[in-house]
């Protein structure tokens, strides 16, 4: 298994990830609704951890197995999961807790609206 080109891809997904934060602070600031921060502090935290994650194997390019494309897959959905749930944990107004927030990005990302 290859893991450090492994933990380059999951640095990168998590960057390119942070950048769909950017239409909900847009959203947020043109309707004032009070939860701009909570989203700009998360595509900052989940920008700065996916080049945490990058940084140390950008240099890793080796080619991938099978097994290291379904280790990506899932640990993909878990860390996207996991990081998708930070805009709810970091809201002052909802109060939500962290297996509320996860369910509702789980949700949310798999298109399953519970």
Do not use: C, H
């Not at 890793?60 to 805009?87: E, N």
């Not at 509320?100 to 990005?105: G, L, Q």
């Amino acid at each position: 298994m290859q893991i450090k080109s492994v933990i380059r891809i999951l640095g990168l997904l998590l960057m390119l990830f942070s950048l769909a934060i950017i239409p909900p602070i847009l959203v947020s600031i043109i309707y004032q609704d009070g939860e701009t921060w909570s989203f700009f502090y998360a595509l900052i935290l989940i920008f700065v951890s996916g080049l945490l994650l990058w940084l140390p194997a950008m240099q890793a390019k080796t080619d991938l197995k099978l097994r290291d494309g379904f280790i990506i897959v899932v640990l993909f959905w878990f860390v996207l999961s996991t990081f998708a749930s930070l805009p709810m944990l970091l809201s002052e107004s909802l109060n939500i807790s962290l297996t509320n927030a996860m369910f509702e990005s789980v949700s949310g990302l798999t298109t399953t609206g519970a």
